[in-house]
């Protein structure tokens, strides 16, 4: 994969790549580079093998201030107004990117994420906030609906009463009540939020990678689906699991009382 971003760090570490969203003195607010970049480096995780496991975080003190408002205020002062729809399918496509993820994605939050930003968290898999975490559905406050896919995610993860509270007060969530509501799914001291990280992503790295992804497509086809065609679906998808080589070991190392060694295969 290319490291070489302007708006983006890229760090492998073993089969665990993190995405470091970097441009901290507007808290990680997003531009159109570093949502080019952030797709970019997405994709290509998701297409090389020697990755298990992908991190998304911000550099310095926020995880993302959401859209970048200068770009915002240059277009509304310009001629030419924001064809929102051609906007919005930029975001969609990262967005779709993290969710088809073919392994775990992490997002490890720490200070401020709001609107885009926040948004970009809900579209991975599994959420770890620092304790001085500050999650915000912006929108609201200036005068938008929750886009990048926020009206899906947020009321499946928390509810339609508090995804609504959330989307229309536009109040501050910390990171404790986060991992009370739902919103994450644990919420550490910020001393121990890397630390936490990097086990997590190890433990799922070193898991059966071909497995996580039928998971994910079970779960999120699944939230769409009547019990019957989900039903359907897991049969479909036990079959594909059935015949993977981590399955087969698995089931090995359980029969010679040995410890089992996932491959991703
Ligand atoms: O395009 C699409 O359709 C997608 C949709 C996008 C919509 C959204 O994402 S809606 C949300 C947009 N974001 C916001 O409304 C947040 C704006 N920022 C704030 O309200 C505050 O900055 C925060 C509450 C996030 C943090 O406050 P604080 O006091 O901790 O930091 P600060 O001093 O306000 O910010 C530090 C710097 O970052 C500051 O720059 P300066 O003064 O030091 O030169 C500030 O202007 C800059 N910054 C923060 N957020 C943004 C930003 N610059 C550009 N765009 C931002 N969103």
């Known amino acids: 994969m290319r490291t070489d971003f302007q708006n983006m760090l890229v760090e492998q570490d073993e089969s665990v790549v993190t995405l470091t969203m970097n441009r901290p003195d507007v808290l ?3 531009n159109t580079l ?20 992908v991190v998304l975080t911000g550099a310095g003190r926020a995880f993302g201030a959401g859209q970048d408002l200068t770009e915002f205020g240059s277009t509304h002062a310009g ?14 496509r990262l967005i779709l990117g993290i969710c088809h993820m073919p392994k775990p994605v992490i997002a490890a939050i ?53 995804a609504l509270e959330m989307a229309m007060l536009a109040d501050e969530v910390s990171g ?56 359907r679906l897991e049969g479909q998808l036990q079959e594909a699991a059935y015949a993977t080589a981590d399955h087969r070991e698995a089931v090995d190392a359980f029969l010679h009382k040995r410890a089992v060694k996932f491959t991703g295969k």
């Open 34 to 53: 570093m949502l080019e970049e952030l797709t970019e480096a997405v994709e290509a995780a998701a297409d090389d093998e020697t990755i298990r496991c």
């Open 110 to 162: 720490q200070g401020v994420a709001t609107g885009i930003s926040l948004n970009i968290a809900l579209a991975c898999d599994i959420r770890i906030a620092a304790d001085n975490a500050r999650l915000l559905e912006a929108f609201a406050r200036i005068g938008l609906v929750p886009d990048g896919g926020g009206g899906y995610t947020l009321p499946r993860l928390i509810g339609l009463g508090r």
């Open 28 to 30: 990680n607010a997003t």
């Open 176 to 231: 404790p009540e986060a991992e009370r509501i739902g919103l994450v799914n644990r919420c550490v001291p910020l001393s121990e939020l890397d630390e936490t990280t990097r086990a997590l992503a190890k433990r799922l790295a070193n898991g059966p990678t071909r497995t996580y992804r039928l998971i994910k497509e079970l779960m999120y086809k699944s939230l769409d689906i009547d019990l019957q065609a989900s039903l």
């Open 79 to 92: 001629n030419q107004p924001l064809k929102v729809s051609e906007h919005l399918a930029k975001y969609h």
